[in-house]
Protein backbone atom coordinates (compact mmCIF):
# COMPACT_ATOMS: atom_id res chain seq x y z
CA UNK A 1 0.00 0.00 0.00
CA UNK A 2 1.26 3.26 -0.99
CA UNK A 3 1.52 6.58 1.35
CA UNK A 4 2.77 10.26 0.51
CA UNK A 5 1.87 13.35 1.59
CA UNK A 6 1.39 16.13 -1.01
CA UNK A 7 -0.02 20.26 -1.49
CA UNK A 8 -2.69 20.45 -3.52
CA UNK A 9 -5.88 22.86 -4.72
CA UNK A 10 -9.37 21.52 -4.41
CA UNK A 11 -11.31 21.35 -7.81
CA UNK A 12 -14.24 20.05 -7.48
CA UNK A 13 -15.74 17.21 -5.47
CA UNK A 14 -18.91 14.57 -6.06
CA UNK A 15 -20.96 12.95 -3.86
CA UNK A 16 -19.70 9.08 -3.49
CA UNK A 17 -22.12 6.57 -2.16
CA UNK A 18 -24.16 7.53 1.28
CA UNK A 19 -21.10 9.58 3.12
CA UNK A 20 -18.43 9.91 1.26
CA UNK A 21 -17.12 12.52 -1.33
CA UNK A 22 -14.66 11.89 -4.57
CA UNK A 23 -12.38 14.66 -4.65
CA UNK A 24 -10.63 16.58 -7.37
CA UNK A 25 -6.97 17.55 -6.51
CA UNK A 26 -4.15 19.47 -8.41
CA UNK A 27 -0.88 19.02 -6.89
CA UNK A 28 2.38 20.14 -8.03
CA UNK A 29 4.10 16.63 -7.67
CA UNK A 30 1.24 14.58 -9.11
CA UNK A 31 -0.51 16.58 -11.17
CA UNK A 32 -4.38 16.35 -11.33
CA UNK A 33 -5.78 13.27 -9.06
CA UNK A 34 -9.38 11.50 -7.92
CA UNK A 35 -9.38 10.60 -4.09
CA UNK A 36 -11.89 9.36 -1.75
CA UNK A 37 -12.73 11.21 1.48
CA UNK A 38 -14.75 9.10 3.39
CA UNK A 39 -17.35 9.29 5.50
CA UNK A 40 -17.11 13.58 4.82
CA UNK A 41 -20.82 13.62 4.41
CA UNK A 42 -20.99 12.84 8.25
CA UNK A 43 -22.45 15.74 10.10
CA UNK A 44 -19.70 14.97 12.89
CA UNK A 45 -17.24 15.11 10.02
CA UNK A 46 -14.05 17.10 10.65
CA UNK A 47 -12.53 16.88 7.38
CA UNK A 48 -15.20 17.80 5.41
CA UNK A 49 -14.86 21.84 5.48
CA UNK A 50 -11.15 21.65 5.17
CA UNK A 51 -11.98 19.73 1.38
CA UNK A 52 -13.81 22.84 0.23
CA UNK A 53 -13.41 23.75 -3.51
CA UNK A 54 -11.08 26.45 -3.85
CA UNK A 55 -8.91 24.81 -0.48
CA UNK A 56 -5.00 24.73 -0.51
CA UNK A 57 -4.57 22.05 1.37
CA UNK A 58 -1.54 19.67 2.99
CA UNK A 59 -3.15 16.04 2.05
CA UNK A 60 -2.14 12.68 3.03
CA UNK A 61 -2.95 9.93 0.53
CA UNK A 62 -3.14 6.32 0.54
CA UNK A 63 -3.66 4.00 -2.13
CA UNK A 64 -5.07 0.18 -1.89
CA UNK A 65 -4.13 -2.79 -4.21
CA UNK A 66 -6.80 -1.51 -6.61
CA UNK A 67 -5.20 1.78 -7.01
CA UNK A 68 -8.12 3.51 -5.62
CA UNK A 69 -6.72 6.84 -4.10
CA UNK A 70 -8.01 7.70 -0.27
CA UNK A 71 -7.74 11.12 1.94
CA UNK A 72 -6.27 9.93 5.20
CA UNK A 73 -5.97 13.39 6.41
CA UNK A 74 -6.04 17.20 5.56
CA UNK A 75 -4.96 20.31 7.12
CA UNK A 76 -6.31 24.14 5.29
CA UNK A 77 -2.85 26.04 4.03
CA UNK A 78 -5.21 28.34 2.45
CA UNK A 79 -8.79 29.01 2.33
CA UNK A 80 -9.17 32.24 0.21
CA UNK A 81 -12.05 33.34 2.87
CA UNK A 82 -11.74 37.08 1.29
CA UNK A 83 -12.33 35.31 -2.23
CA UNK A 84 -15.54 33.29 -1.26
CA UNK A 85 -16.99 35.85 0.16
CA UNK A 86 -17.11 38.50 -3.14
CA UNK A 87 -19.48 36.95 -5.75
CA UNK A 88 -17.52 38.45 -8.39
CA UNK A 89 -13.97 37.12 -7.43
CA UNK A 90 -15.42 33.77 -6.46
CA UNK A 91 -16.93 33.54 -10.32
CA UNK A 92 -13.94 34.07 -11.87
CA UNK A 93 -11.76 31.76 -9.42
CA UNK A 94 -14.38 28.88 -10.22
CA UNK A 95 -13.74 29.93 -13.90
CA UNK A 96 -9.85 29.31 -13.81
CA UNK A 97 -9.96 26.08 -11.63
CA UNK A 98 -12.32 24.73 -13.62
CA UNK A 99 -10.37 25.64 -16.97
CA UNK A 100 -7.59 23.63 -14.88
CA UNK A 101 -9.91 20.88 -14.33
CA UNK A 102 -10.73 20.13 -18.34
CA UNK A 103 -7.55 21.08 -19.61
CA UNK A 104 -5.00 18.85 -17.88
CA UNK A 105 -5.38 14.54 -17.94
CA UNK A 106 -5.52 12.69 -14.91
CA UNK A 107 -1.83 12.44 -13.43
CA UNK A 108 -0.51 14.78 -15.91
CA UNK A 109 2.29 16.52 -14.05
CA UNK A 110 2.63 20.41 -14.46
CA UNK A 111 4.21 22.32 -11.75
CA UNK A 112 4.22 25.55 -14.02
CA UNK A 113 0.25 25.39 -14.35
CA UNK A 114 0.22 24.76 -10.44
CA UNK A 115 2.36 27.94 -9.32
CA UNK A 116 0.29 29.88 -11.91
CA UNK A 117 -3.09 28.72 -10.37
CA UNK A 118 -1.80 29.09 -6.63
CA UNK A 119 -0.32 33.01 -7.89
CA UNK A 120 -3.74 33.74 -9.73
CA UNK A 121 -5.87 32.63 -6.32
CA UNK A 122 -3.67 34.38 -4.06
CA UNK A 123 -3.97 37.69 -6.23
CA UNK A 124 -7.90 37.49 -6.86
CA UNK A 125 -7.79 37.31 -2.78
CA UNK A 126 -5.44 40.07 -1.95
CA UNK A 127 -6.32 42.76 -4.82
CA UNK A 128 -9.13 45.08 -4.31
CA UNK A 129 -10.68 45.30 -7.28
CA UNK A 130 -12.71 42.66 -9.62
CA UNK A 131 -9.56 40.86 -11.25
CA UNK A 132 -10.71 40.51 -14.76
CA UNK A 133 -7.02 41.45 -15.56
CA UNK A 134 -5.89 38.45 -13.74
CA UNK A 135 -8.44 35.75 -15.15
CA UNK A 136 -7.20 37.32 -18.53
CA UNK A 137 -3.33 36.93 -17.30
CA UNK A 138 -4.28 33.41 -16.00
CA UNK A 139 -5.65 32.26 -19.63
CA UNK A 140 -3.48 33.30 -21.94
CA UNK A 141 0.03 31.78 -19.79
CA UNK A 142 -2.26 28.61 -19.16
CA UNK A 143 -2.73 28.02 -22.94
CA UNK A 144 1.08 28.93 -23.90
CA UNK A 145 1.61 26.22 -20.77
CA UNK A 146 -0.66 23.61 -21.97
CA UNK A 147 0.85 24.10 -25.82
CA UNK A 148 -1.03 26.99 -27.54
CA UNK A 149 1.39 29.91 -27.74
CA UNK A 150 -0.06 33.26 -28.96
CA UNK A 151 1.27 36.11 -30.74
CA UNK A 152 0.80 39.27 -28.80
CA UNK A 153 3.96 41.23 -29.43
CA UNK A 154 3.92 41.01 -33.51
CA UNK A 155 1.62 40.33 -36.56
CA UNK A 156 1.17 36.57 -36.89
CA UNK A 157 1.61 36.05 -40.31
CA UNK A 158 4.38 38.83 -41.33
CA UNK A 159 6.08 39.53 -38.29
CA UNK A 160 5.64 42.96 -38.42
CA UNK A 161 6.57 44.14 -35.19
CA UNK A 162 3.48 45.28 -33.29
CA UNK A 163 3.14 49.24 -33.03
CA UNK A 164 0.82 52.51 -33.04
CA UNK A 165 1.59 52.53 -36.56
CA UNK A 166 -0.46 50.06 -37.93
CA UNK A 167 -3.71 51.36 -39.66
CA UNK A 168 -5.89 47.93 -38.30
CA UNK A 169 -5.36 45.92 -35.72
CA UNK A 170 -6.88 42.17 -36.06
CA UNK A 171 -6.97 38.97 -33.90
CA UNK A 172 -6.86 35.45 -35.55
CA UNK A 173 -9.38 33.51 -32.80
CA UNK A 174 -8.48 30.10 -34.93
CA UNK A 175 -4.36 30.30 -34.05
CA UNK A 176 -4.45 33.06 -31.41
CA UNK A 177 -2.55 35.87 -32.99
CA UNK A 178 -2.76 39.63 -33.98
CA UNK A 179 -2.43 40.23 -37.41
CA UNK A 180 -2.06 43.23 -38.86
CA UNK A 181 -4.03 45.42 -41.94
CA UNK A 182 -1.73 43.68 -44.55
CA UNK A 183 -2.41 39.91 -43.50
CA UNK A 184 -5.82 39.62 -42.14
CA UNK A 185 -7.90 37.74 -43.75
CA UNK A 186 -10.67 36.21 -41.18
CA UNK A 187 -9.66 37.97 -38.40
CA UNK A 188 -11.72 39.66 -35.42
CA UNK A 189 -10.87 43.87 -35.87
CA UNK A 190 -10.07 44.87 -32.49
CA UNK A 191 -9.04 48.45 -31.42
CA UNK A 192 -5.53 49.63 -30.85
CA UNK A 193 -5.50 49.80 -27.33
CA UNK A 194 -6.72 46.02 -26.86
CA UNK A 195 -4.03 44.97 -29.44
CA UNK A 196 -1.11 47.22 -27.18
CA UNK A 197 -2.18 45.48 -23.83
CA UNK A 198 -2.61 42.22 -24.56
CA UNK A 199 1.52 41.70 -24.53
CA UNK A 200 1.40 43.50 -21.13
CA UNK A 201 -0.96 41.30 -19.45
CA UNK A 202 0.42 38.48 -20.82
CA UNK A 203 3.87 39.73 -19.26
CA UNK A 204 1.83 40.23 -16.02
CA UNK A 205 2.64 43.85 -16.33
CA UNK A 206 -1.22 44.90 -15.05
CA UNK A 207 -2.36 48.28 -14.45
CA UNK A 208 -5.72 49.27 -13.49
CA UNK A 209 -5.85 52.02 -16.71
CA UNK A 210 -5.96 48.89 -18.61
CA UNK A 211 -9.29 48.26 -17.72
CA UNK A 212 -10.83 49.76 -20.71
CA UNK A 213 -9.99 46.96 -22.81
CA UNK A 214 -9.91 44.59 -20.32
CA UNK A 215 -13.54 43.32 -21.55
CA UNK A 216 -12.87 43.09 -25.04
CA UNK A 217 -9.37 41.05 -24.35
CA UNK A 218 -12.01 38.87 -22.28
CA UNK A 219 -13.97 37.86 -25.22
CA UNK A 220 -11.43 37.27 -27.47
CA UNK A 221 -9.56 34.41 -24.85
CA UNK A 222 -13.20 33.27 -24.54
CA UNK A 223 -13.53 32.80 -28.29
CA UNK A 224 -10.09 31.04 -28.52
CA UNK A 225 -10.42 28.90 -25.53
CA UNK A 226 -13.54 28.05 -26.65
CA UNK A 227 -12.36 26.85 -30.00
CA UNK A 228 -8.90 25.28 -28.62
CA UNK A 229 -10.56 23.39 -26.21
CA UNK A 230 -13.75 22.65 -27.39
CA UNK A 231 -15.72 22.47 -23.93
CA UNK A 232 -18.30 24.73 -22.16
CA UNK A 233 -17.64 25.73 -18.82
CA UNK A 234 -20.39 25.76 -16.56
CA UNK A 235 -18.87 28.58 -14.10
CA UNK A 236 -19.34 31.08 -16.85
CA UNK A 237 -23.05 30.80 -16.61
CA UNK A 238 -23.07 32.41 -13.25
CA UNK A 239 -22.27 35.75 -15.08
CA UNK A 240 -24.93 35.73 -17.37
Not at 26 to 40: D, H, L, M, P, W
Not at 125 to 151: A, C, P, R, W
Request: glycine share 6%; with cysteine; hydrophobic share 35%.
Amino acid sequence: MKKYNTKAIVLKSVKYKDADKIFTLFTKEYGKISAIGRGVRKINSRRSGNLDTLNYVSVGIYENNLEFKNIEEVKVIESFRNLKRNLGKSTKAYYIIELVHKSMEEGEQSPEVFDLLLKCLRALEKNGYSGDLFVSYFEMNLMKLIGYQMTTDKCEKCRRVLDDSWKKYYFDIENGGLECENCSKNGVEISMETALYMQPIFDGKLDKKMKKSTEAVDKLMKMYIGRKLERKFKSLEMED
